[in-house]
């Protein structure tokens, strides 16, 4: 299903991050994660992994089905807290600070967005979709909230297209633009952490190019994990990536040159050249 999306394009060649441009200035950690280990009910669904991802980067994580991409994520806003059947040990600093000791967990989760890999439509309109996660922050005043919802839509490329009808539901909208609506959601709360979850596997190819330029626009102005089984989705837009299998980190490198041969592990090249997968 997802696979025409990788149809080789001439962008990955030219778009890819390369050499200098490759690392961002400033190898600030923004996140880092020690020694974490993952289990649902005593089964371990990743285990071990360190890692740091620096500020205004986009790493990439690839892996297959079940390599434990969705449970890493989960972890760093502290969503295992709703599953009580989900045991993790390991630290995790998100500013230097660990993310357990943070009391106050909705202030985490505001500096942290989420974008889900299939649209979590609220049964809202498309305004009030953006614009609620700023009301619970304690905004009220309309032209803020104005201000807020129109730039988010446009950060998320969705503005053009809906700013006639910001007052229908946005579950009428089409599945690409739904998409859009929760990452213009993600952003209303201007976080400085970005996490996207195979944002693309409900999304037409030219959605999906779309917002890929806005991802790049984005890194300049805050630090982006994503998560794709599209290893061309990796290669156009991470600066290192992270490869996951069944619950390892097998290796992460800079991007281009885990995708240009230059790896540790023969599994990594397998994969990134779709040996398997
Ligand atoms: N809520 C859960 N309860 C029990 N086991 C789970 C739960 N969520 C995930 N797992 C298990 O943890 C392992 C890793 O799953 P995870 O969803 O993290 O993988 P993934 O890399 O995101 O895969 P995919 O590419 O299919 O999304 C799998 O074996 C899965 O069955
Ligand atoms: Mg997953």
Redesign the pocket.
Same mark, same amino acid.
């Given at each position: 299903m997802v696979e025409t999306l990788e149809q080789p394009d001439a962008a990955a060649e030219t778009d890819s991050v390369t050499g200098d441009e490759a690392m961002p200035e400033s190898r600030a950690v923004k996140l880092g994660v020690r020694d974490l280990s993952?289990s649902? &009910?005593g089964?371990a669904?990743?285990r071990d992994v360190s890692l740091d991802v620096y500020e205004n980067e986009i790493f990439g994580v690839i892996?297959?089905? *079940?390599? &434990? %991409?969705?449970? @890493?994520l %989960?972890t760093l806003n502290l969503m295992d807290s709703f *599953?009580s *059947?989900?045991q993790v040990e390991g630290d995790i600093e998100f500013n230097g600070r660990n993310i357990r000791a943070i009391k106050n967990v909705y202030g985490l989760r505001s500096r942290i967005g989420v974008v889900f890999?299939l649209p979590v439509g609220l049964p809202l309109t498309i305004y009030e979709n953006v614009a609620l996660s700023p009301r619970l922050r304690g905004i009220k005043d309309k032209q803020e909230l104005d201000i807020i919802v129109e730039r988010s839509l446009t950060r998320a490329a969705l503005w053009d297209e809906v700013k006639d009808r910001l007052d229908s539901l946005g579950s009428l909208l089409s599945g690409g633009q739904q998409q859009r609506l929760t990452i213009a959601r993600a952003l209303s709360q201007d976080p400085e952490l970005l996490i996207l979850?195979?944002f693309s596997i409900a999304v037409d190819p030219v959605t999906t190019m779309r917002i890929e330029d806005v991802l790049k626009e984005l890194k300049s102005e805050m630090t982006i994990i994503l998560?794709t089984?599209l290893v061309q989705q990796a290669r156009r837009l991470a600066n290192r990536t992270a490869f @996951?299998l069944e619950?390892e980190c097998v290796e992460i490198g800079v991007t281009e040159e885990l995708f240009s041969g230059s790896v540790k592990d023969q599994r990594t090249r397998d994969y990134v050249e779709g040996k398997f997968g």
């Open positions: 993952i649902y &009910g089964v669904a990743l892996g297959p089905a *079940n390599a &434990g %991409k969705t449970s @890493f %989960k *599953n *059947n989900m890999p979850d195979e998560v089984n @996951f619950g």
